[in-house]
């Protein structure tokens, strides 16, 4: 496929990014494995071609639209984020999308929506997921007001490729101040709607997953801290990192979580 | 054949033992200098001897049961297999503690207390630490048989907080994770077959193994 290219953006940190190999090798994906290396083969099986995402629920123009469509050549930025898993590793990566507030705005949502959904691909026949373990299709949600954010994207390259497969080709969710996994891969539906959607891992361990997920050192995940992380690319004995609030996106999103108790609404 | 075995088991000397325990460390040591751990190569030292560990203890837990229904004796190697678990358990905490904690005391210890399966683990270890301290023959003749014997049945302790550490450690139970575990359930199990099972002769029906 060929090159991309995304502006610089105002919203991209000034730290490092980790190297294409890096971030290209070391990812979840559990439609493709239950380790970090294994989708980097796996999901080369990924059919990718002919691409369509479907837009509907409360919205004034339900369609279905290609990744061209809603992430034009012209419209891609570049956004250099940080990455921080709930599994308490941190990353940088420069995406390459578009932001999805405007591709919402375009569908145009009611005025009863106050959420978004989103659902991943689920083709048992070229993925590998081990059979029972977890229930597919993959699926996240997040607050309207949270979708609408200028931080939040929908991604469909990193450093100047298109997304390899194993990253969430060919069209991502990215939300930097949660927890990765809210940032939902190779989506196929986004449903306005106005009932907070479950996500996949909540619907798995409530207590574990909560609906926000936002980067919180104050919050533990009930199995381990989430006070520090370990940078990857850092080498054997560059020791943790203390995590920042909302991932360092505090003066961007704080303002959306007044009033709300962020220890109940983990 | 079992008398073959056997033979071949008795002229396997304990050093040899140690030479093969010592080769995963080996590998581990190569594989890290040559940059071949992946993308992150802290959790890949810290999981493979946390694995190495869990497999020289399976080992050890095996040689009864080999013993009892194939009637192969690797007893005299048991002690070997048993303190090379030890040795990676040591060797898992430490690069928990240096590599991946950062030497981040108080997050690490407030951890142990809050986090179930670090207290599996740490239980576990424990208990090793206190069976590799007592492994020698003098300390069989200072505590006396039934004492020892009565403190080294807590290895069976140890192999189930083992595997609950393991379980418990991820997202979701590990495929792998479970295998073990189960494997463990079938060393422990065998355990409670009457003793004779299995013998042509039969046995004494009554008396469960140790």
């Known amino acids: 496929a060929a090159a991309l290219s995304g502006k610089a953006s105002k919203l991209s940190t000034d730290a490092t990014p980790n190297t294409f190999e890096e971030i290209s090798n070391y990812n979840n994906y559990i439609e493709f494995g239950n380790d970090k290396t294994t989708p980097a083969t796996n999901a080369q099986r990924l059919k990718t071609e002919g691409w369509t995402v479907a837009i509907d629920g409360l919205v004034d123009h339900p369609g279905t639209y290609s990744v061209d469509q809603i992430a034009p050549e012209n419209a891609l930025e570049q956004r250099i984020y940080r990455l921080r898993c709930v599994e308490a590793w941190s990353m940088v990566v420069p995406w390459i999308g578009v932001p999805l507030g405007p591709v919402l705005g375009k569908a145009g949502p009611q005025s009863a929506a106050k959420f978004v959904a989103f659902e991943s691909a689920w083709r048992p026949d070229e993925m590998t997921a081990t059979p029972g373990l977890y229930q597919f299709p993959y699926r996240e949600g997040l607050r309207l007001d949270e979708a609408m954010n200028p931080l939040t994207l929908l991604a469909t390259g990193l450093y100047d490729k298109p997304m390899p497969k194993q990253n969430g080709a060919p069209i991502r969710l990215i939300v930097p101040w949660k927890y990765g996994f809210k940032s939902i891969k190779s989506i196929v539906r986004i449903t306005l709607t106005d009932k907070q959607p479950v996500g996949t891992w909540q619907a798995m361990q409530p207590s574990e997953y909560g609906f926000y997920a936002n980067v919180n050192p104050a919050v533990d995940h009930p199995r381990w801290s989430q006070a520090t992380e370990r940078v990857i690319g850092a080498g054997l004995f560059a020791g943790r990192k203390d995590t920042l609030p909302f991932n360092g996106y505090g003066d961007e999103v704080a303002s959306l979580y007044t009033g709300q108790d962020l220890a109940k609404d983990y | ?210």
């Open chain 2, 1 to 210: 054949m079992t008398r073959w075995l056997n033979t071949q088991a008795r002229r396997v000397p304990e050093w040899a033992v140690w030479l093969g325990g010592a080769l995963p460390l080996g590998l581990l040591i190569f594989d890290t200098l040559r940059q071949r751990l992946g993308v992150d190569p802290v959790a890949a030292i810290e999981h493979r001897l946390g694995r190495t560990a869990i497999y020289f203890l399976i080992a050890s837990l095996a040689v009864t049961p080999l013993l009892r229904l194939a009637k192969v004796n690797l007893v005299p190697l048991r002690r070997a297999l048993g303190l090379l678990a030890f040795g990676y358990v040591v060797l898992h905490i430490t690069a928990w503690v240096v590599i991946d904690m950062g030497l981040r005391w108080e997050q690490l210890l407030r951890d142990i207390v809050k986090r179930p399966y670090l207290l599996f683990g740490a239980g576990a270890a424990l208990i090793l630490l206190a069976l590799a301290l007592t492994s020698s023959a003098a300390a069989i003749r200072r505590m006396g048989g039934s004492a020892w014997k009565r403190l080294h049945r807590l290895v069976y302790v140890a192999a189930v907080l083992t595997s609950l550490h393991w379980l418990s450690v991820g997202k979701v139970w590990h495929p792998e994770a479970k295998f073990w575990g189960f494997v463990v359930l079938v060393l422990l199990g065998v355990r409670l077959l009457p003793r004779g099972f299995g013998s042509r002769r039969g046995g004494n029906k009554s008396v469960a193994i140790q």
